[in-house]
Each structure stands twice: as structure tokens, then as C-alpha cells.
């Protein structure tokens, strides 16, 4: 079975930092993109970062420099460090994995729980 754990997620004041950790198990995952999503109330899903196998990584427009994803293609993990955030990063962040590397949710397999975000101004 399939499962991605994510967690780190927390309150924190506009500013501040925090450390996403995704945990993914039950196949390999070599080859795979991993990405990280996030949903605020009342909107759709949108793509945060993602980052290939040989590390290649993107982001969007609006944590570029303030965000930083990595992975550990042993221990099978992605971590996305959060720095200098925002209230409007408020949201539940979701791990994902898929075969192409893309920005767009669609084209991710499987999916973890979610962790909330949550930030103060």
C-alpha cells in the first residue's frame, strides 16, 4: 500500500519558519517527481515547488527565494523548508508523487493527508 505521511506543519507568526517532512512508502519511487501542493479555504489546490529525481527543482512564483525543496532518495523523503512566511501561505500543504515532473496537480499519482499551515500576521 501506497502512503505518504507528511507533517511539520504548525502555527507560526508572519516571518518565521517551518519544515515540511513527506514520508513516502510502500513502492519505489525511483524516477519520481515529488511535489508539494497547498489549498487555502475557498480556493483550488496550486502548486508550491517539486523537485525530479537527479534534483531538479521549481517553484512558484510566489515563494520563489523563500522556499527551498529537497529530497533523500534513500530514506524516500521531501522536505520543503519554509522561510519568511507569509499569512497568505496559510493552507493545508500536500505531498505528492508522480512520474512526470509538472506543475500541475493532475499529473501526480498519489498523494499524502495534508499538514496545516498556519500563519499570523
Known amino acids: 500500500q501506497v502512503q505518504l505521511v507528511a507533517s511539520g506543519g504548525g502555527l507560526v507568526q508572519a516571518g518565521g519558519s517551518l519544515r515540511l517532512s513527506c514520508a513516502a512508502s510502500?513502492?519505489?519511487?525511483?524516477?519520481?517527481?515529488m511535489g508539494w501542493f497547498r489549498q487555502a479555504p475557498g480556493k483550488e489546490r496550486e502548486f508550491v515547488a517539486g523537485i525530479d529525481w537527479n534534483g531538479g527543482s521549481d517553484y512558484d512564483d510566489s515563494v520563489k527565494g523563500r522556499f527551498t525543496i529537497s529530497r533523500d532518495n534513500v530514506k524516500n523523503t521531501v522536505s520543503l523548508q519554509m522561510n519568511s512566511l507569509k499569512p497568505e501561505d496559510t493552507a493545508v500543504y500536500f505531498c505528492a508523487a508522480g512520474v512526470v515532473h509538472s506543475s500541475r496537480s493532475g499529473e501526480y499519482n498519489y498523494w499524502g493527508q495534508g499538514t496545516q499551515v498556519t500563519v499570523s500576521s
Open positions: 510502500g513502492r519505489t519511487f525511483v524516477g519520481y517527481t
